[in-house]
Structures are given as C-alpha cells and as structure tokens.
C-alpha cells in the first residue's frame, strides 16, 4: 500500500519560505502523477502543483504560479514544494498526493483524480 507522509509545514510571515516535503514508499508503479492540495476550512480542496515522475512535467494553479515550485527526488522517492513569497491567502492544509500507473498528470485536477493521500501539513501565513 503507498503511504504518503508530509512535513515541513509551520508558520510564517508574509513572504516568507517554506519547503514541504513528503516522503513516498509502497509504490508498485513507476510512473506516477504526483502533486499537491490544499484546503482551507469551510472550503474545497484545490490543486496547488502537481508533476509527472515519468516526464518531469509540471503544472501550477494561477495563483501560485511564479512563487511555488514543484520539484521530486526520484532516487529518494520524495515529493518537494518550495514555497516563495508566500502570502496569508496561502494558509490551508497541505496535502501530498499521487495516482499510480500514470504516465502524464493530463487531465488530473480533481482530488478523486488522486487514489493517495497523506495526512496533510499546515501552513500558516500572517500579514
């Protein structure tokens, strides 16, 4: 079974880093989409980046484009977000996810796209 495990999240001042890790085992396939979410109370989750294992490929929501950067060890079989100028609008529960047997993420944005899950990692920016 994949397990997903997160750290690295805390709190931070408005544009401040942060670097969110997580660590992957049990995977059965290669290739993977691999990403993040985050969600924020009362709200639904949304995609925040996500990145082909196989192709290095990326994608990042609008709103953290620029500032946000998606990056895998895959000899380590870890998952990075390292997270820039980070603002208030940025706090929410973060959360590690993959779907197996994927050669691409085309198409994956909704969190049923994405078979694990970890437990999640808070973020909290203040202004």
């Known amino acids: 079974q994949v397990q997903l495990v997160e750290s690295g999240g805390g709190s931070v001042q408005a544009g401040g880093s942060l670097r969110l890790s997580c660590a992957g085992s049990g995977y059965r396939y290669s290739s993977r989409c691999m990403g993040w979410f985050r969600q924020v109370p009362g709200k639904e989750r949304e995609v925040v980046a996500r990145i082909s294992s196989r192709t290095g490929a990326t994608y990042y929501a609008d709103s953290v484009k620029g500032r946000f950067t998606i990056s895998q060890d895959k000899t380590k079989n870890t998952l990075s977000l390292q997270m820039n100028s980070l603002e208030p609008e940025d706090s929410a529960m973060y959360y590690c996810?993959?779907?197996?047997?994927?050669?691409?993420?085309?198409?994956?944005?909704?969190?049923?796209?994405?078979?694990?899950w970890g437990q999640g990692t808070q973020v909290t920016v203040s202004s």
């Open positions: 996810v993959a779907k197996e047997d994927r050669i691409t993420c085309t198409g994956l944005t909704d969190p049923a796209d994405f078979t694990f």
